[in-house]
């Protein structure tokens, strides 16, 4: 199988992977040279009746509901499609922030349905690659070639939707999954044709291997993340002061900012530091950043850094250095920042007054499932949705045992005796109406409520409408 390119976008019902759902997939496979191959996929995923969608979410998308219900198919028979068409060996997935966003839900959408949710990443000489850094450095090292747009405020943005536009580039529908595909495509094609040695560099760089022997160099280089400020194209010098606890990563100390005022700061001053409050004159932001290498971070030795590149980011190379040797001189310092980032607690995933059966959906990362487990995998996808329950209590992770009942009632509830019915039928009046007037339904109808006062676009108003007449549709039948 050739080597390809496996572009996709999702619209989702909520933020949040571990509760919203994905309601729209698209994607568009592409050789090396980004030509299309193939028809793009372009699929309707039904939320099932667990689970209320964000209305601002929706307002943003126009996918309702009951597209979803008409239109769609459920988890499981997407990724029946998924699995055998979408990933081929020797396929890299890339998006727009899809690491951080994309990625995760379709994380979670494999976990939910007992699908190994990694493998599709790394298997069969697959990767992953994510264009929005690719976009930010170029901006801000070899900006040549493109026209680069900036927000109503008058800050730089690398929004899609402006970037295209800037570019004379064809995006017909913003916030559509497969027309948000197509205008990746054209921006990475772009890229490729403006600055083809920028951007074969950064897809080198998307191996975590690669990105470590620029991190653990030694030597300071040029970071671009979305974390640091538009003001300096999201770009700065860096240099690595520790490894991550879990060694899948390194501290990285912002060089712009002189160490010297927090070298004398306890650890809870430091940890207090850490916390993120609003940038003023009087506050700069803590300049040490957790850079991991396995989510393509865009990093570049310091050579790349031209007289035009240190001019247009505001970089001092003198000052840089200087701070690096301060660094250098203060080893205790890195010791008690370290410390401090090995010792933070991970938050909780969800609220613990709920039941196991409420929480699962969001515990993918509380560990890595055994071989027999994984092994078990594919025997609940293929054995017959009627005799699904025959399998539970067989998995030594529990996370398992409570999400096989959920996995069958929401892909396929036609199969449910009753008294799964019923349970299941429990399991979202508890999902839904927890909390009385502070319940996510409660929330639901008065964000919508809210929403109704000032929408005035009619197609807007006609998305309230059904995200209303959802609501009351799953609204259980005793409260």
């Not at 592409?30 to 372009?42: Q, R």
């Not at 028979?77 to 020797?90: A, G, I, N, S, Y």
């Not at 100390?253 to 993120?276: C, G, N």
């Not at 990093?299 to 250095?321: F, H, M, T």
Request: net charge negative.
């Amino acid at each position: 199988m050739p080597a390809s390119y496996f572009f996709y976008d999702l619209e989702t019902s909520g933020l949040d992977p571990k509760q919203a759902r994905i309601m729209q997939f698209a994607g568009q496979r592409t050789d090396m040279e980004l030509l299309p191959v193939g028809d793009p996929v372009n699929v309707l995923i039904r939320l099932t009746p667990d689970i209320l969608p964000d209305p601002d979410s929706v307002l943003i998308t126009g996918i309702t509901p009951q597209a979803t219900l008409a239109e769609g198919v459920s988890e499981a028979e997407f990724l029946k499609l998924f699995t055998r068409d979408v990933c081929q060996p020797h396929t890299t997935f890339v998006g727009y922030n899809s690491v951080r966003f994309d990625d995760e839900f379709m994380r979670y959408l494999l976990y939910r349905n007992f699908c190994d949710a990694y493998e599709w990443q790394w298997c069969d000489g697959c990767s992953r690659w994510d264009l929005i850094d690719v976009v930010r450095m170029t901006r801000a090292l070899r900006p040549e070639g493109m026209t680069w747009p900036f927000a109503a405020d008058g800050t730089p943005s690398n929004k899609l939707e402006l970037l295209t536009s800037a570019n004379g580039l064809d995006h017909g529908n913003a916030h559509d999954a497969l027309s948000d595909i197509q205008a990746t495509i054209a921006v990475a094609r772009l890229i490729k044709a403006k600055q083809p040695k920028l951007y074969q560099f950064l897809f080198d760089m998307r191996d975590r291997r690669t990105v470590a022997e620029v991190v653990e160099a030694g030597q300071p280089f040029v970071y671009t993340s979305g974390s640091y400020p538009a003001e300096h194209e999201k770009t700065t010098v860096v240099i690595r002061l520790a490894p991550l606890p879990n060694r899948q990563g390194a501290l990285v100390y912002d060089l712009r900012y002189d160490p010297m005022p927090l070298l004398k700061l306890s650890a809870q001053q430091l940890a207090e530091r850490m916390v993120w409050q609003p940038r003023s004159a009087e506050r700069i932001p803590f300049p040490v950043k957790a850079l991991r290498f396995n989510r393509c971070p865009a990093v570049a030795p310091i050579s790349v850094l031209d007289a035009a590149s240190q001019e247009r980011l505001r970089i001092n190379v003198s000052a840089i250095d200087k701070h690096r040797r301060t660094l250098e001189q203060n080893p205790e310092f890195v010791q008690r920042v370290s410390k401090i980032y090995g010792t933070q607690a991970p938050k909780p995933e969800q609220s613990s007054l709920m039941g196991d059966e409420h929480r699962v959906d969001g515990q993918l990362y509380d560990g890595f499932l055994d071989d027999s487990d994984k092994q078990q995998l594919a025997h609940v996808r293929t054995t017959s949705p009627g005799i699904l329950s025959d399998i539970i209590g067989a998995f030594h992770d529990d996370r398992l045992n409570v999400l096989l009942p959920l996995y069958k009632a929401r892909n396929y509830p036609e199969s449910l005796t009753n008294e799964e019915r019923r349970a299941w039928e429990a399991f979202c009046t508890v999902r839904l109406l927890d909390g009385g007037s502070k319940s996510r339904l409660a929330k639901y109808f008065s964000h919508l409520e809210a929403l109704a006062n000032i929408v005035q676009i009619p197609e807007q108003q006609y998305v309230l409408e059904e995200l209303k007449l959802y609501g009351e549709s799953i609204m259980p039948a005793e409260q």
